[in-house]
């Protein structure tokens, strides 16, 4: 017997002689059947979706459901609280990382912001690539919140090159207490400082 290309429903083949029709056409009916209706059990119902903007997403393993459209201007992010296990928000919140002394920056400082708190002058460190591979884009902020002069500089051992308006264009200082800067990785071990510097 014959088999269909996509289902494998069976079939009589094309120089069979086909003694009980009714048989034949009962036993494709019953495949088309049971395919269609384990077909339609799997399928999303489009009654899921209510709104346009709408969106399908994963609410468990094997479970869909439903996250209403946003706020305009709003922006989508993961949130594991939500039952959706999404959430539209106004923004996203600066994530801060408090330092009290010279502090060379790692993986996890991407995009937030490192308060540099101390009354004694202290360095701000961007190691070489080789040793923390942030992607080209990074950006980390840093803020001067002691009373001690910050330098944004590269470590000491390594091939990282910082390029910025500052006196010394390779090692920028913030400008004075609560003067801040972006730190943005341009190349492989190429960064550039810009924001209050001296």
């Known amino acids: 017997m014959a088999t269909t290309t996509n289902y494998s429903w069976t079939t009589p083949n094309d120089t069979d002689l086909v003694k009980d029709g009714a048989s034949a056409i009962r036993t494709l009916g019953s495949a088309i059947d049971t395919t269609v209706f384990n077909n339609a059990g799997a399928a999303v119902a489009k009654s899921t979706i209510d709104a346009k903007g709408d969106l399908l997403v994963g609410t468990a393993d094997n479970t869909v459901g439903r996250l209403a459209v946003g706020t305009d ?62 992607p080209v884009g990074t950006v980390i902020n840093v803020i001067q919140i002691g009373a001690g002069t910050t330098t944004i500089k590269a470590v000491t051992s390594g091939t990282t090159t910082i390029s910025s308006t500052g006196a010394t264009a390779t090692a920028p200082e913030l400008r004075v207490q609560f003067s801040a800067a972006s730190c943005i990785k341009v190349a492989t071990d190429t960064w550039y400082v810009v924001g209050d510097i001296a």
């Open 73 to 134: 201007g709003f922006i989508l992010q993961a949130d594991s609280g939500a039952a959706t296990g999404l959430a539209y928000s106004a923004g996203i919140a600066v994530v801060l990382n408090a330092q009290t002394a010279t502090y060379t920056v790692v993986l996890g400082d991407a995009y937030k912001l490192v308060t540099m708190s101390n009354a004694s002058a202290n360095d701000f460190q961007i190691p070489t690539n080789a040793n923390v591979a942030f």
